[in-house]
């Protein structure tokens, strides 16, 4: 049969790890499992020979996980040629509310297809080690097929190691009272130190999704000292606000949701963003042609959009994390996968270069188009009025300041705050 095992026992990962030691898992599960065929590591291949099983005490074995220690192997005429080379995946806040959504979509293979195998590597704080434990455990009952290898650690030096994808979703909330500028202080510290470690260890070509807030200021201080690494491929997270402007356009239509095309978020993730409907369309057909109510749209729509966040927050007592989740994947997908003919979708990317005249060196959410290969272009066949720009430029003032606050975590002197107006975040109330 070709099939042999090293095998350590499941219940070998409950006994804590020290903190900063990182624990990771091969998986490499038998044919009857994965439907196909396994992918051999090296560390695996080592253990393995002539298809007779080896056995490894856990205690001797570096990078193990639960099942994830259990490894297997097949001959090499039982391997298929289906099976892809493994993506490797970072995920920051892993043991968060928005990971604990998102972990279980990216091992189904519905962001990176159903034949792409991965490896998850999970970051979290120290307070939270040992629900990041947890969240390995439901992975491992999970039994997914293309969920090859899972570690955990607190360490973004080890964790972001040779990562093709980094989704940095791990911050802190803003406390009651706090003002935006500490928050920027606070969690800028976090996305200085990962950019730093991205760019000594993580692959060269790696894509970064920060989602962690104020998600635009983060990227902008990830990429600055990330110097290696080019600045296009770091993204700052306004796809859930673009399917909310899309959702509250289907609804006011009277349409499905898939009739809404070509919706663009610009500027930042809070509530100066704006919602275009100048270029979006229902049906193929401009916005403004099918809902007439221009009063609606240039109030209430995009106010709802602006505050979705905070409307959910007081329903239900908590920020939104599956539908955040759900716009990481299609952040992702956008990415790795073709824009259908004419669309875009908006993601926030480095200004430097772009068309519309917006000010360069910040990050800021623009619409975009991909060949499906991981980078993408911004769209030029995008109208702009009085209303639009004014709105634009407004978000843009709200950036300009922001980096201004960060000039100590970006290289550029010293930090001066003065941010104009102390906007809320869309999730905050
Ligand atoms: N861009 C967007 O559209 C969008 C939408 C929703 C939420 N967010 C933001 O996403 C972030 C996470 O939200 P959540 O609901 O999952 O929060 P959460 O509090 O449930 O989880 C955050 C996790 O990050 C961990 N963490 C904190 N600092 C860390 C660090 N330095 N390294 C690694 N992990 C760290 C925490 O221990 C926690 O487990 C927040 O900043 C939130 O504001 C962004």
Same mark, same amino acid.
């Given at each position: 049969m070709g099939l042999s095992t090293a095998y350590s026992p499941v219940? *070998?990962?409950?006994?804590p790890a020290p903190l900063g030691h990182r624990r990771s898992a091969q998986l490499h599960r038998p044919r009857r499992a994965l439907l196909a065929t396994v992918r051999c590591s090296v560390d695996a291949a080592k253990q393995v020979q002539d298809g007779v099983a080896t056995a490894e005490a856990p205690a001797t074995r570096k990078d193990c996980f639960g099942v994830f220690c259990t490894t297997y192997d097949l001959k090499a005429e039982d391997k298929t040629k289906s099976w892809k080379k493994l993506v490797n995946i970072a995920v920051s806040g892993a043991a968060g509310m928005i990971s604990n959504h998102l972990l279980f979509k990216l091992a189904s293979g519905e962001v990176f297809g159903q034949d792409q195998p991965i490896a998850l590597k999970l970051l979290g704080s120290e307070r939270s080690f040992q629900a990041l434990e947890g969240v390995a455990m439901e992975l491992e009952d *999970?039994?997914?097929?293309?969920?090859r290898e899972v570690s955990i650690g607190i360490d973004p030096y080890e964790v972001f190691?040779?990562?093709?994808?980094?989704?940095?979703?791990g911050a802190k909330p803003r406390g009651p009272g706090m003002e935006r500028a500490a928050l920027l202080d606070i969690n800028g510290q976090i996305f200085a130190d990962q950019g730093k470690a991205l760019n000594a260890v993580a692959s060269k070509n790696v894509k970064v999704l920060v989602?962690?807030?104020?998600?635009n200021t983060n990227a902008l201080i990830c990429l600055k000292n990330a110097p290696d690494i080019p600045a296009k491929n770091f993204h700052a997270l306004t796809r859930l606000d673009e399917n909310r402007a899309k959702c509250q356009l289907a609804l006011k239509a009277g349409v499905?949701?898939?009739?809404?095309?070509?919706v663009t978020i610009w500027g930042n993730h809070s509530t100066t963003q704006v919602p275009d409907f100048l270029n979006a369309k229902i049906d193929g057909r401009p916005v403004k042609e099918v809902i007439k109510d221009t009063k609606w749209l240039e109030e209430e729509f995009t106010i709802t959009v602006q505050k979705r966040g905070g409307a959910l927050i007081q329903k239900w007592g908590r920020s939104s994390a599956a539908s955040t989740a759900v716009s990481i994947a299609d952040a992702i997908k956008s990415l790795v996968t073709p824009t259908p003919e004419g669309d875009w979708f908006s993601t926030g990317v480095y200004t430097t270069g772009n068309p519309y005249g917006i000010a360069e060196d910040i990050v800021f959410s623009m619409p975009c188009r991909s060949k499906g290969d991981g980078d993408y272009e911004l769209a030029t066949d995008v109208s702009m009025d009085d209303f639009l720009w004014e709105r634009i430029k407004k978000s843009e003032a709200e950036l300009l300041a922001e980096k201004k606050c960060v000039a100590h975590l970006t290289g550029e002197g010293n930090a001066y705050c003065d941010v104009p107006e102390d906007t809320m975040l869309p999730g905050e109330v």
């Open positions: 219940g *070998s990962h409950l006994a *999970s039994l997914y097929p293309l969920l190691e040779d990562v093709d994808w980094a989704l940095l979703i989602v962690g807030n104020p998600c499905f949701y898939d009739k809404v095309s070509n």
